[in-house]
T-cell receptor, first 112, second 115 residues
Framework: GENVEQHPSTLSVQEGDSAVIKCTYSDSASNYFPWYKQELGKGPQLIIDIRSNVGEKKDQRIAVTLNKTAKHFSLHITETQPEDSAVYFC???????????FGTGTRLKVLA | KAGVTQTPRYLIKTRGQQVTLSCSPISGHRSVSWYQQTPGQGLQFLFEYFSETQRNKGNFPGRFSGRQFSNSRSEMNVSTLELGDSALYLC??????????????FGSGTRLTVV
């Protein structure tokens, strides 16, 4: 069935270090991969996304890489700051389904 | 511009009752999606609406239903509430088809507690 595995479930890093979160999807037809950040008491917020015809995308301190062959995609956050502390979700969206299949989330803690 | 507005923010209901949750999307967004978020199951897709038509429904029992109005506002209804329906219900709107391309903007959610 449709599934997105996300690792690790929790991640603690020192301020200024990098953080990497990895996801694997099962439906090879998926062609859109967004990443969301959720802070306490708020809805998820889109931070970056990537389409299946692109291997990497960067936006300031955030980057996402996609390996279609392996069905892996990853979020990279460099120079982490305390305000990066939140729960991060990856998702995969198969075309024509009008839905996302979300990973189980990664709780990132940036230690000052 | 105003974001996605969900009402109410918090709700406490008794088992067996029914509940209606409301979502007003960002102006101009015609696609509205609903997700259930729980600690155990994470974010699960409920349904997606575009121009008043439901285009996909997730794997939830028939007690979960929804609709979209001509102004793109959406409601979801849960009948015969069970304890397991306690969750954060998130509404998301998008310009394009079900968020496949430009992403969703989520509301802050409605926290439903069933006692």
């Amino acid at each position: 069935g449709e599934n997105v595995e996300q690792h690790p479930s929790t991640l603690s890093v020192q301020e200024g270090d990098s953080a990497v979160i990895k996801c694997t999807y099962s439906d090879s037809a998926s062609n859109y991969f967004p990443w969301y950040k959720q802070e306490l008491g708020k809805g998820p917020q889109l931070i970056i996304d990537i389409r299946s015809n692109v291997g990497e995308k960067k936006d300031q301190r955030i980057a996402v890489t996609l390996n279609k062959t392996a069905k892996h995609f990853s979020l990279h956050i460099t120079e982490t700051q305390p305000e990066d502390s939140a729960v991060y979700f990856c998702a995969a969206s198969p075309p024509g389904t009008y839905k996302y299949i979300f990973g189980t989330g990664t709780r990132l803690k940036v230690l000052a | 511009k105003a974001g996605v507005t969900q009402t109410p923010r918090y709700l406490i209901k008794t088992r067996g009752q029914q509940v209606t949750l409301s979502c007003s999307p960002i102006s101009g967004h015609r696609s509205v999606s609903w997700y259930q978020q729980t600690p155990g199951q994470g974010l699960q897709f409920l349904f997606e609406y575009f121009s008043e038509t439901q285009r996909n429904k997730g794997n939830f029992p028939g007690r979960f239903s929804g609709r979209q109005f001509s102004n793109s506002r959406s409601e979801m209804n849960v009948s015969t509430l069970e304890l397991g329906d306690s969750a954060l219900y998130l509404c998301a709107s998008s310009l394009d088809s079900g968020g496949q391309g430009l992403g969703y903007t989520f509301g802050s959610g409605t926290r439903l507690t069933v006692v």
